[in-house]
């Protein structure tokens, strides 16, 4: 089996551009290559670049019988050095080899794909395409299993589009660029986006928002900008889930849609940080601003609501109450700062009149972190009078509305809502990562369960269950 991951041969080059060499210099002088070798072989380097498109290991052994054991000691399975020596020693033979096969347009890769709505996954193998100028091809090493995917997998969601790769919430690293990318090289750690961050549409120049528009025409019908998919099954097309399909070993974003993060940050955690730590964290700090002193109430104890719990902490605000019907949820809630918890089924009377009576007339701030619109109503009336607001995080199914009696907006509170937090992606979220490195967000405590990708479907069965906060699929 060929190991994964590129070990930096080739890191720097894209098609059309010059090779970096600085980065291969020891490589080359450790084995007294030549300049003029170093220099004219762009080819080849491609082709050591885009090695997951060839073979493994032992058919560049058989290629090349002079590659000895103490070669093998050295580098140990790191094809790409081995590669990388071949190269420097058989250019022309190499091109002819291999060059055909970096120019074939799929790579192998598993995944669970859902082919049906209200159908569990089905692993299989799919094709990948390589990808397009402007995009990247990432290889997935965890993805967080997030409610939204089960919304869609339930036949609910407005934009769900079957068959397609599921899965938004992923740690990946950089395998291959198209033409023309920049801000990302071969080797790079990323976190896919499902909010783009474009940096030139009218919505992201405009300061007010993340929810950048330059794609989303595309992403809403389960393709890339072109238009096409980049995955296929049995020849057949696959189609793409929120622009990031991080279901699959391999899966292709535009440039746009990742985030480049710290290489020593552990994706398997941080992976996380791609919905809903993020999503909840920012609701509180970017969309409501929570001030020092202000009382906030959390409406519903997921991995949103949690990390909402989070927030509040760090906004500094003096009470913190979580809401849940689970008081299973409540000692993690605890853990995490909330000053109260409250089981909404203690109560003969509306959870909202429960709140109003134990903060002398309401909250300063509040989070509807489920999707359940009758919830979103008790969290604008559970505001106080004059200047509560409440942010809505959570999803509601296709064609449900929200209610409430005028005179709550007119009497001075505030509906809102959020979309990852507000938190722009690629210029945003390695703060993130940095706060999670530096203990201020507490990962392990959401990773309730890890599996690796055959037992995806039980990660939605714990889900449903609510005995997971977050399950994380190891690839």
Not at 23 to 46: C, E, I, M, P, Y
Not at 277 to 285: E, F, K, Q, W
């Amino acid at each position: 089996m060929m190991q994964k991951g590129l070990a930096g041969f080739g890191q720097g080059y894209a098609p059309g551009a010059a090779i970096q060499q600085a980065g291969l210099q020891a490589l080359f002088k450790a084995h007294d290559l030549s300049t003029d070798v170093r220099g004219g072989n762009a080819q080849a380097l491609r082709c050591c670049r885009e090695l997951p498109a060839f073979g493994d290991r032992d058919e560049l052994i058989q290629t090349f019988p002079a590659i000895g054991v103490h070669r093998l000691s050295l580098y140990g399975n790191n094809v790409l050095l081995l590669l990388g020596l071949l190269v420097a020693r058989h250019c022309t033979t190499l091109q002819t080899l291999f060059l055909s096969r970096w120019r074939r347009s799929m790579i192998k890769s598993r995944a669970a794909v859902a082919f049906e709505a209200k159908k569990p996954l089905e692993i299989v193998e799919i094709d990948v395409a390589m990808p397009k100028a402007g995009e990247v091809l990432l290889r997935v090493v965890a993805s967080g299993v997030c409610h939204t995917d089960a919304y869609t997998l339930s036949g609910a969601d407005p934009e769900g589009i079957f068959p397609a790769i599921l899965g938004h919430e992923g740690g990946a690293i950089v395998e291959a660029i198209g033409e023309g990318v920049t801000s990302v090289a071969v080797g790079d750690h990323v976190i896919p986006l499902y909010t783009p961050e474009c940096r030139q549409c009218k919505f992201c120049r405009s300061g007010k928002t993340n929810l950048c528009q330059s794609i989303r025409a595309t992403q809403g019908k389960g393709l890339m900008p072109d238009g096409t998919a980049r995955f296929s099954y049995n020849g057949q097309p696959i189609f793409h889930y929120m622009g990031t399909s991080t279901f699959s070993e391999y899966t292709v974003l535009p440039e746009i849609s990742v985030a480049k993060i710290q290489k020593d940050a552990p994706l398997e955690k941080v992976c996380l940080l791609g919905c809903g730590v993020t999503t909840g964290i920012g609701a509180v700090l970017n969309t409501a601003k929570v001030k020092p002193g202000d009382t906030v109430a959390i409406f519903g104890l997921g991995g949103i609501g949690l990390s909402a719990v989070i927030g509040a902490v760090k906004a500094k605000a003096a009470r913190i109450i979580a809401i849940d019907i689970n008081p299973a949820k409540f000692e993690i809630a605890k853990q995490l700062g909330a000053t109260d918890c409250v089981n909404p089924k203690d109560f003969d009377r509306p959870i909202q009149d429960v709140i109003v009576d134990m903060t002398d007339g309401g909250v300063d701030f509040s989070f509807e972190c489920i999707g359940n619109v009758q919830l979103m109503r008790a969290a604008l009336e559970s505001c106080h009078k004059g200047w509560g607001e409440s942010v809505i995080i959570g999803v509601a199914g296709a064609g449900q509305e929200i209610a409430t009696r005028p005179f709550q907006l007119v009497t001075g509170r505030v509906w809102r809502g959020s979309a990852f937090g507000g938190v722009r992606g690629r210029t945003e979220l390695p703060s993130y990562v940095d706060m999670s490195q530096n203990g201020e967000i507490p990962l392990d405590t959401f990773i309730t369960h890890t599996m690796g990708l055959e037992d995806i479907n039980k990660a939605f069965d714990l889900m449903h269950e609510g005995k997971s906060i977050r399950s994380v699929i190891h690839f």
